[in-house]
């Protein structure tokens, strides 16, 4: 293997385990989203995991926030919690912190 093949190895093996890291993240932020929206629907215990589970599968729909977005907030409509996008938007963002700081403690425990 010439030095070039073995860079650009390199560099796959970084890029898949980058990807592979930050879908870890969202997944965890989008978890903690379903859990924290629970909450504020009045949903507590499995059930509250089982709604977090949905939070995560419906980011599957679509590349990017907008389906996690549009699920968790036609939700609070639905059951009428008060909430506007910017502030779902704004608390996506402080979960995707959290879940990073976490998923990173996880990497770093292995």
Do not use: C
């Not at 639905?78 to 998923?103: C, F, G, P, Y």
């Amino acid at each position: 293997m010439t030095t070039f093949d073995e860079r650009e190895s390199s560099f796959e093996a970084k890029f898949k385990h980058d990807r592979e890291l930050q879908f870890r993240v969202n997944n965890r932020r989008n978890k903690l989203l379903g859990l924290w929206a629970a909450n504020l629907l009045g949903i507590h215990g499995a059930d509250a995991e089982t709604y977090a589970k949905e939070v995560v599968k419906s980011d599957f729909a679509t590349p990017g926030d907008h389906d996690v977005l549009h699920k968790v907030l036609g939700d609070f409509q639905a059951k009428k919690v008060e909430m506007s996008e910017h502030r779902l938007r704004k608390q996506m963002d402080d979960l995707m912190r959290i879940a990073t700081e976490q998923v990173q403690h996880e990497v770093k425990a292995d």
